[in-house]
């Protein structure tokens, strides 16, 4: 997506050579009317796959998630980060272990939003090493949902998340994939 890549140059700040702060227009500040074009560009490649449910994990990825759900009709449901798994009745969960942040973490979701009668699309801002991605399709694994794909904004291709997911068979669709980001120098894909 040209706009994103042309936003990415210019707004853009490299963390060492991992991190991509976009904080100006998605992970801090957000401007609703693009963020709204990127979900209408992620909801257009997923618009036959009779899409029930979007999938995403709390906080960035709520912002694009929702603008999928508007565009395929669909109702967001954002799965929720805690520390400590105190309760385990009535959700279901996995683990994420953060490479940005060091830590590991469980995400939950109730079993009142999702079902095995759901047709589920995945959404999330970044796919780095897949940590997070992976954490989600195990909770369409254990709602016994359809999955039809992940859709992602920004898939760092360098840290090597997607290869995997992919090979087991899963769609992934990336508005842009960055190749590599040395000496703060991005390549796009
Ligand atoms: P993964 O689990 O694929 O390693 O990382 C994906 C998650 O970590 C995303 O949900 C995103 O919130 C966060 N993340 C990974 N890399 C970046 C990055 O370069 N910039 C930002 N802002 N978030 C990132």
């Given at each position: 997506m040209r706009e994103l890549t042309d936003r990415i140059s210019s707004e853009g700040e490299v963390i060492g050579s991992e991190i991509l702060k976009v904080?100006?227009?998605?992970?801090?500040?957000?401007?609703p009317e693009f963020v709204l074009r990127m979900g209408t560009e992620l909801a257009r490649r997923f618009k036959?796959?009779?899409?029930t449910k979007i999938l995403t994990v709390e906080a960035s990825g709520i912002a694009v998630a929702m603008a999928v759900g508007l565009a395929l009709k669909a109702n967001v449901v954002f799965a929720k980060k805690k520390r400590a798994r105190t309760q385990t009745e009535g959700i279901y969960s996995a683990s994420v272990t953060s490479f940005t942040r060091n830590e590991t973490v469980d995400i939950m979701v109730s079993k009142k939003y999702l079902s095995a009668n759901d047709v589920v699309l995945v959404i999330d801002d970044f796919l780095a090493h897949g940590q997070a991605l992976q954490a989600l399709v195990e909770i369409v694994r254990q709602s016994g949902a359809r999955l039809v794909g992940a859709g992602i904004v920004?898939?760092?291709?360098?840290?090597?998340?997607?290869a995997p997911l992919r090979a087991s068979g899963l769609r992934i669709e990336s508005l842009v994939k960055i190749e590599n980001m040395e000496n703060g120098k991005i390549t796009f894909g």
């Open positions: 904080d100006s227009f998605l992970n801090h500040q957000i401007d036959d796959e009779g899409v920004i898939e760092k291709e360098f840290q090597g998340g997607g």
